[in-house]
Antibody, heavy 121, light 110 residues
């Protein structure tokens, strides 16, 4: 059974940093691209960042480019999102999402339950 | 990276059919077959309902179907049921390692 368990969310002040983690199990982690998707309270889904199965190649939404970094540790089946220079508009539930393929195809077949990040003073 | 355009809401009676549109550009929906649809009930994580424009994952009822014409993809729910009331989002690959979601549509079963 595929499981994605996010952690690391919480309350942070504007300008602060936070690192999210996602522990994956139930599939060959290195064989699939992964993404982070967020959802602000009462709003729609927003793709944030994606990384290929082998790591190395990644990309970001314009809204977070230069502030967020996605990475993965295939030896420990863990996905990360380093978030710097956080803003109030980054407040959202952040989902760890598995892609259907090794190269990102934007087909998100499994989702974690999400972790809430709140940016507020 | 603009969000794909979906109607804010659609409504239908039990047993009827509803169709949700998802309009993008030639750089996303129109340029690739990697279009997918997700169902989200309140307080829950989204669930994949359609992928690669027309394919259904195992366990998704065949009442759900997808199609695409040009820069617009569509999700049709036939034989609407009460449990279909939810938010629906389309998504498309947009090149490199980029994905884009639609604005979301609330399906009301009235």
């Amino acid at each position: 059974e595929v499981q994605l368990l996010e952690s690391g969310g919480g309350l942070v002040q504007p300008g602060g940093s936070l690192r999210l983690s996602c522990a994956a199990s139930g599939f060959t982690f290195s064989s699939y691209a992964m993404s982070w998707v967020r959802q602000a309270p009462g709003k729609g889904l927003e793709w944030v960042a994606g990384i290929r199965g082998s790591g190395g190649s990644s990309d970001y939404a314009d809204s977070v480019k230069g502030r967020f970094t996605i990475s993965r540790d295939n030896s420990n089946n863990t996905l990360y999102l380093q978030m710097n220079s956080l803003r109030a508009e980054d407040t959202a539930v952040y989902y760890c999402v598995k892609d259907l393929r090794a190269l990102l195809s934007a087909i998100h077949d499994y989702w974690g339950q999400g972790t809430l990040v709140t940016v507020s003073s | 990276q603009s969000a794909l355009t979906q109607p804010r809401s659609v409504s239908g009676s039990p047993g009827q059919s509803v169709t949700i549109s998802c309009t993008g550009t030639s750089n996303d929906v129109g340029g690739y077959t990697y279009v997918s649809w997700y169902q989200q009930h309140p307080g829950k994580a989204p669930k994949l309902m359609i992928y690669d424009v027309t394919k259904r994952p195992s366990g998704v009822p065949d009442r759900f179907s997808g199609s695409k014409s040009g820069n617009t993809a569509s999700l049709t729910i036939s034989g609407l049921q009460a449990e279909d009331e939810a938010d629906y989002y389309c998504s498309s690959y947009a090149g490199r390692y980029i994905a884009v979601f639609g604005t979301g549509t609330r399906v009301n079963v009235v």
